[in-house]
């Protein structure tokens, strides 16, 4: 096992909508976005603007990733076919988007273990860091480590100055 703290996202890889798997070292040296999505949810039109975000910065080397997840609330109970439709048809999506997972308890995917453990969150004095709700959203710098962590409520256009400030700091 790499030792924690020098590990990094490049380390996991999950299944792509069309169960391509996709090492997300393919994203080294890359700003990255982690966010966990749903489509049924009241944060679901946060996708316009991620999707604004991505094309705003991805020649600069800003990629987002969206997890979809059934978690909470039963809020993305699609099949992977459903939801890459969903998010092209509605918001344009043209960012990466994996297959759901799971995000907290035991079957939870391991990049979120290792996300939680990076950035517990306002609950982390509680041990778990759980993910509390669809839409929170991780910034990864250009070597893979976890910088923030924001929650559900953030809107992803405020996330732009500390996006450039990764983008030119690296």
């Known amino acids: 096992m790499i030792e924690e703290s020098r590990m990094s996202v490049y ?3 999950a299944p792509l909508l069309d169960g391509q798997a996709l090492g997300l070292d393919s994203f080294e040296g890359q700003v990255l976005l982690i966010v966990n999505t749903a489509s049924k949810c009241g944060f679901t ?53 994996f297959s759901k997972i799971d995000v907290n308890g035991p079957q939870a995917h391991p990049l979120y273990g290792f996300l939680k453990r990076s950035k517990p969150g306002i609950f982390g004095f509680l041990g778990t860091g759980a993910i509390r709700w669809n839409f929170t959203k991780f910034l990864i710098d250009r070597k893979g480590a976890v910088i923030r962590r924001y929650a559900p409520s953030t809107k992803p256009a405020s996330l732009a100055p500390a996006i450039e400030e990764l983008l030119k700091s690296q």
């Open 11 to 13: 380390q996991f890889s």
């Open 45 to 97: 039109p946060q996708y316009a603007g991620l999707e604004e975000l991505y094309r705003a910065y991805k020649d600069r080397g800003l990629t987002v990733l969206g997890f979809p997840s059934n978690q909470f609330g039963a809020q993305e109970p699609g099949t992977e076919a459903e939801i890459g439709a969903f998010c092209e048809k509605n918001y344009g999506v043209t960012f990466p988007v």
